[in-house]
């Protein structure tokens, strides 16, 4: 199973990652005031499989995720739990934030 991602690189050398369920991907949710917008260029990336997720999430400081297999597959590696996720028009999503000790 495949997801897009789109790295971002800031000027102090952090990664983060907007990683989207390929299938909403230039699609728009809107639940009253709030909204996940996946057809802005911040979400148009590449296809990965879980393994490419996974050695790009150990180098991210901040990951953006929307939709239900990259999501499960965060829970699946302990990124995230259950209770971490939101949804937005029955979409689900969440942020992993990593800061290093």
Do not use: W
């Not at 983060?16 to 390929?22: E, G, H, N, P, W």
């Not at 009253?32 to 879980?50: A, H, P």
């Not at 180098?59 to 937005?88: E, R």
């Amino acid at each position: 199973m495949n997801v897009v991602i789109k790295r971002h690189v800031a000027q102090n050398g952090f990664l983060t990652l907007a990683v989207c369920d390929q299938e909403l991907l230039g699609k728009k949710f809107e639940e009253g005031k709030l909204q996940l917008d996946l057809s802005s260029s911040y979400y148009k990336g590449e296809l990965f499989n879980e393994e490419e997720l996974l050695q790009f999430m150990k180098k991210a400081y901040l990951t953006h995720l929307v939709g239900k297999l990259c999501i499960a597959m965060m829970i699946k590696h302990q990124f995230l739990s259950a209770k971490d996720v939101k949804f937005i028009s029955g979409i689900p999503h969440a942020n992993v934030l990593q800061i290093d000790e």
